[in-house]
């Protein structure tokens, strides 16, 4: 999915006109495109039951449709939020099938809402419009459920609970037109949760989920 990512980079750079290309203050920018969520994850320790499972979780990555918006304050300063359809990602024992249930434990679903303030560092006469950026990311996570297996082994009720974090960035656009642009940016999102589940009629929970994703973004843009 990485290298589809990259591909598709590189693609929608071919052919960018040359053409200074600039924002004032007032301007609305509006992206659609393919966002890649790569989590950095480790976890605190495992306890089911009363008992340290002694192992580790992995969360795999996705991709969906990212969604952005924002409003130039100034010329060199706007106002950006971030928004995608729903990530779902597994979530992995960091050994080889520690319950004789599977690799596997389950899925959680969430979205990373991020809202985030900009700022491009090049004037008009750029043909590329580079910029960096600090927001603040809230994550909500639902639909979180173990694997069939993980379900008949007694383990139910996962719950993770939903996390608020810094998120910086870098990216660029590079125009098409005077209106339309490639969109590039890189994220990294400070996600960290808490996650408990039931074990037959044991309580147990995960202390520390950190999940620190990288999240690529490539889209098209049409600046109003």
Excluded: C, W
């Excluded at 359809?85 to 050994?95: A, E, I, L, R, W």
């Excluded at 950026?133 to 069939?148: A, K, P, Q, R």
């Amino acid at each position: 999915m990485k290298k589809s990512l990259i591909t598709l980079a590189v693609i929608g750079t071919l052919g960018l006109s040359a053409n200074a290309f600039a924002y004032e203050a007032g301007d609305i920018i509006a992206r659609a495109g393919l966002t890649s969520v790569s989590p950095d994850d480790s976890t605190g320790n495992i306890i089911a039951g009363g008992s340290d499972l002694g192992v580790d979780l992995t969360v795999g990555s996705d991709i969906q449709i990212g969604l952005n918006l924002a409003y130039f304050l100034t010329d060199k300063i706007n106002i950006e939020l971030l928004a995608a359809t729903p990530f779902n990602h597994k979530v992995s024992f960091g050994v080889a099938d520690p319950l004789g249930t599977g690799d596997v434990l389950g899925d959680v679903t969430h979205l990373p809402p991020t809202l985030s303030v900009n700022y491009y560092m090049l004037g008009s006469d750029s043909p590329v419009q580079p910029y960096v950026g600090i927001g603040l990311n809230y994550t909500v996570f639902f639909d979180e459920e173990f694997t069939d297996a993980n379900d008949g082994a007694g383990l139910a009720n996962l719950d993770l609970d939903s996390s608020v974090g810094l998120a910086v960035q870098i990216g660029a656009d590079f125009p098409v037109n005077d209106k339309v642009h490639v969109n590039m940016s890189l994220r990294y999102i400070d996600i960290e949760t808490e996650a408990t589940f039931n074990v037959g009629d044991a309580d147990g929970f995960v202390g520390d989920l950190v999940i620190d994703p990288l999240v690529a973004t490539v889209s098209v843009g049409y600046k109003f």
